[in-house]
């Protein structure tokens, strides 16, 4: 198991410590599971369909409680608006409004309409929405949903992003523009960010550490680090260096499968 | 050429018209030239297919309705029906003039009952739907009792409230709100439960207040389903009302429409009993219209319901 170090090297903004989840059906989602993630990290948590990933993302978040282990945060608890939460689904208010959406987490913490006006728009630029504050979600497509999805996470400025397979539902060519935005946020403001995937192509072209999770029990198979340099693009997606490190995570990917499935007949 | 509603150009992507506009997106561009070459020869007779089923839609109940109320008129002129057994329309209209001093007296106090029921219902309902959703023990305690009150007949229970209560307009209120309540505090409470799971954590996340969650989440994600029960709520509360009147049967000034149908059936005053039941049936329709519109206006903008599909 490769130990990678975190991609800054300038501390880690919150730790995963031994930490297992039961669910009280019985289910154990989590064992042992330990992940640092640093500042400015990109790490990609990839894993078979059912391996623990939402499970340990909603963990960080504070969503869901650990039965094992805890949870560090070397700089102090998340305040408020800390963290950015994006899942799976656009999860947006129908009532609502692409504006009133985005406000949303910035009016819960008390902010008026006319002092939040600035910092909606400026989320909504950055994900290319800006003429659509007033268009309610129903009125947009599914990568645009996505993109209010994502504005909302940003507007508070949180210190660190948490992406639940956000992308899954699109089909490629919107998946693709998406990540290559998403890219080209996080090299201008070097934000942390958890990205959970099932696709080895999307983990390799976003993140600088793809780890990946062995299921049942969920757990932490292999690090994988990926100091392809900035800024990708298109070159990067064709390049050797790409194809070997798909190939490096694929394998991970497939080993940590076998793992699980010889662990299966063992118990059986 | 297609002229089936399912048209291929339309497809998913964003409806240029409202979505995209003035903006004008690449996309929207994209889809209405294909809109325009796929539909060249479409659009006339489809948009011919929609007028016609518009008309129709008026003109068809219009058309039975008006055969069926001819019909009983020339039934009743050629058989020589006396009025006492079935008054023909025209009579019906005629006494619905001539009594208009009686009868309207007494729709204003069935409708001043009707709505005070259903306001106490409303505030009642939701009031309590919304201590149920905070605590689920308020919940287990009080429901027995909505239900009660639900499943018991209400002609079964009027003749016992209008012992225990003096005054009878206020027996009467009760008795419509009995049954114009359930179905705004099931609704309500189902409405308030099914705000989105993730919807919830976001708020959870962001540290939202109970009473944040609520404002902001619950009661918004409750509007369709409180609307739904709105509209029922209407109706029962007429017929509270009325049934309420029947079991009270008070004379006097103060009396309901249900009051003038038992009069005018002592007296054999039929044609005088149709046009008071012609009343309470077009204040029901009334009724359920107005919630109806309400109900549109309110969701027209969000709700699958109240949404016009354009594919
Ligand atoms: N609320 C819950 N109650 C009981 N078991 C649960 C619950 N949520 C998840 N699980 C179980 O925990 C395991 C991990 O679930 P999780 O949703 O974290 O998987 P995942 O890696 O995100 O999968 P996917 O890629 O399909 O989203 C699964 O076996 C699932 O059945
Ligand atoms: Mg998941």
New interface residues.
């Given amino acids: 198991m490769a130990e990678v170090k975190t991609a800054q090297g300038n501390g880690n903004v919150v730790s995963l410590r031994h930490v297992s989840k039961r669910f009280s059906n019985g289910t154990l989602a989590l064992q042992d599971m330990s992940l640092d993630i640093g500042k400015g990290d990109f790490v990609s948590l990839l894993g078979p369909s059912g391996c623990g990933k939402s499970t340990a993302l909603?963990i960080i978040?504070?969503?869901g409680d650990t039965t094992e282990g805890q949870v560090h945060w070397p700089d102090g608890k998340p305040e408020?608006?800390d963290?950015g939460?994006v899942?799976q689904?656009p999860?947006l208010?129908?009532?609502?409004n692409v504006f009133e959406n985005v406000w949303?987490?910035r009016?819960?913490?008390g902010a008026s309409k006319s002092t939040v006006r600035d910092e909606v728009s400026e989320a909504l630029e950055m994900v290319g929405l800006g003429?659509?504050a007033a268009?309610?979600?129903?009125?947009?497509?599914g990568g645009?949903k996505m993109r209010v999805s994502i504005a909302r996470a940003l507007v508070?400025k949180p210190k660190i992003l948490l992406m639940d397979e956000p992308f899954a539902a699109l089909d490629e060519i919107t998946r693709f523009k998406l990540n290559d935005d998403l890219l080209h946020l996080w090299e201008a403001h070097h934000w942390t960010v958890v990205f959970v995937t099932h696709s080895v192509f999307e983990s390799v072209y976003l993140s600088n550490r793809i780890v990946v999770m062995a299921a049942r029990p969920g757990r932490v198979a292999q690090q994988l680090g990926n100091d392809a340099p900035h800024p990708r693009g298109d070159g990067f997606r064709t390049s050797e260096d790409y194809a070997h490190l798909c190939r490096n995570a694929s394998d991970a990917l497939h080993a940590a499968m076998d793992e699980h499935t010889t662990r299966a007949e063992v118990t059986a | 050429m297609n002229v089936s509603p399912t048209d291929p150009a339309g497809g998913t992507g964003p409806r240029p018209a409202e979505a995209a506009g003035s903006r004008s997106s690449k996309a929207g561009n994209m889809t209405s030239a294909l809109e325009e070459t796929a539909l060249k020869s479409g659009p006339d007779l489809r948009a011919a297919a929609e007028r016609r089923d518009r008309w129709l839609r008026i003109i068809l109940p219009v058309v039975i309705l008006t055969s069926a109320i001819l019909g009983w008129e020339a039934l009743v002129r050629i058989q020589e029906i006396p009025h006492y057994i079935l008054p023909a329309p025209s009579l019906i209209m005629e006494t619905l003039v001539k009594d208009w001093a009686v009868l309207s007296g007494s729709l204003i106090t069935t409708l001043q009952i009707t709505f005070a029921a259903l306001a106490v219902a409303v505030a009642g309902g939701v009031g309590l739907a919304v201590l149920f959703t905070q605590s689920k023990w308020v919940e287990i305690s009080f429901f027995p009792f909505a239900v009660i009150l639900q499943v018991t007949p209400i002609i079964a229970i009027a003749p016992l409230i209008l012992i225990y209560v003096d005054s009878i307009p206020v027996a009467l209120l009760i008795c419509a709100w009995i049954v114009a309540f359930f179905p705004i505090l099931s609704n309500t409470t189902l409405g308030l439960n099914s705000a989105d799971h993730n919807l919830r954590n976001l708020f959870q996340l962001y540290g939202a207040s109970r009473w944040q969650t609520l404002w902001h989440l619950q009661l918004p994600a409750a509007m369709p389903y409180f609307l739904g029960g709105l509209k029922i709520a209407g109706g029962l509360a007429l017929i509270g009302a009325i049934v309420a009147e029947f079991a009270a049967g008070s004379a006097g000034r103060g009396a309901g429409l249900a009051y003038r149908i038992l009069e005018s059936g002592y007296r054999l005053n039929i044609p005088r009993m149709f046009a008071a039941l012609l009343l309470i049936s077009v204040t029901g329709i009334l009724i359920f219209l107005t919630f109806s519109l309400l109900s549109h206006l309110m969701l027209r903008k969000w709700h699958e319901s109240a949404i016009k599909r354009e594919n």
């Fill in positions: 909603r978040a504070g969503l408020r608006g963290i939460f899942f689904e999860t208010m129908p009532w609502a949303l987490p009016r819960l913490d003429g659509f268009a309610y979600p129903r009125e947009l497509s645009m508070t």
